[in-house]
T-cell receptor, first 116, second 113 residues
Framework: GAVVSQHPSWVICKSGTSVKIECRSL??????MFWYRQFPKQSLMLMAT?????????EQGVEKDKFLINHASLTLSTLTVTSAHPEDSSFYIC????????????FGPGTRLTVL | GQNIDQPTEMTATEGAIVQINCTYQ??????LFWYQQHAGEAPTFLSY????GLEEKGRFSSFLSRSKGYSYLLLKELQMKDSASYLC??????????????FGKGTSLLVTP
C-alpha cells in the first residue's frame, strides 16, 4: 500500500530557531501534498497545499513567510517553521495524493513540535 | 467556506452498534471522507463517499445524502480498540487551494466493556 513518511517524528527546539519537517511518499509519486496542523483535542487544520514544481497555496490566516513549503520533487515536500515560538508547538501532519488520483490522500505519521 | 458538524463525544458498549453523524455545508462538494485517529497518531482512512447511498466495508459503513448535507459512519460489533476519534472530512472548493479536504472537530468514541 501507499506509505508516507515524516521526519523527524518529534522535535524540541528553542524559541527563535527554525525547524524543517520532511514528508516523503515512499512508493508512489505525489503531485500534491497537504500540510495540516493539529492542536491538542482539536481537529486537523489545513495549512497549505503543496504542488510539485510550483509555489504552495496557503489557507487564510497561515503566514507563508513563517511556514515555508518546498515541493522540490514528486516524492518530497518540506515544511520549515521559521523563527519558531512556543505557540507554534503542535502536531504537524502531511498527506500525499498520488498523481492522477482525485479521491485518495495518504497521511504521514505526524511530527510533534515543541518549542521551548 | 466550509462548516462541518459532528458530536463531540459518544459512548457505546462492546459488541453494540454506533452511528456517528456528520452534517456539512460546503461549496463545490467533491467527496466526503471518514478517518479514524487514535491519540497522538495520524488519521487512517476509513471510507469515501461521493455519490448518495451506503458504502459498506466490513464492520464499517458510511452513508451520504448530498441534498441534505448529511453523512453517518456506522460501526458494528464494536471492539475496545475502536475507541478513537472519528473525523468527518469534506472535500470542497477553498478560496485559495482549489479542492482541499476540511475536517470536522472529530467525535471521540469510547467503547466500554
Amino acid at each position: 500500500g501507499a506509505v508516507v513518511s515524516q521526519h523527524p517524528s518529534w522535535v524540541i527546539c528553542k524559541s527563535g530557531t527554525s525547524v524543517k519537517i520532511e514528508c516523503r511518499s515512499l512508493d508512489f509519486q505525489a503531485t500534491t501534498m497537504f500540510w495540516y496542523r493539529q492542536f491538542p483535542k482539536q481537529s486537523l487544520m489545513l495549512m497549505a497545499t503543496s504542488n510539485e514544481g510550483s509555489k504552495a497555496t496557503y489557507e487564510q490566516g497561515v503566514e507563508k513567510d513563517k511556514f515555508l513549503i518546498n515541493h522540490a520533487s514528486l516524492t518530497l515536500s518540506t515544511l520549515t517553521v521559521t523563527s519558531a515560538h512556543p505557540e507554534d508547538s503542535s502536531f504537524y501532519i502531511c498527506s500525499a495524493m498520488p498523481g492522477g488520483s482525485t479521491d485518495t490522500q495518504y497521511f504521514g505519521p505526524g511530527t510533534r513540535l515543541t518549542v521551548l | 467556506g466550509q462548516n462541518i458538524d459532528q458530536p463531540t463525544e459518544m459512548t457505546a458498549t462492546e459488541g453494540a452498534i454506533v452511528q456517528i453523524n456528520c452534517t456539512y455545508q460546503t461549496s463545490g462538494f467533491n467527496g466526503l471522507f471518514w478517518y479514524q485517529q487514535h491519540a497522538g497518531e495520524a488519521p487512517t482512512f476509513l471510507s469515501y463517499n461521493v455519490l448518495d447511498g451506503l458504502e459498506e466495508k466490513g464492520r464499517f459503513s458510511s452513508f451520504l445524502s448530498r441534498s441534505k448535507g448529511y453523512s453517518y459512519l456506522l460501526l458494528k460489533e464494536l471492539q475496545m480498540k475502536d475507541s478513537a476519534s472519528y473525523l468527518c472530512a469534506v472535500r470542497g472548493r477553498n478560496s485559495n487551494s482549489g479542492y482541499a479536504l476540511n475536517f470536522g472537530k472529530g467525535t471521540s468514541l469510547l467503547v466500554t466493556p
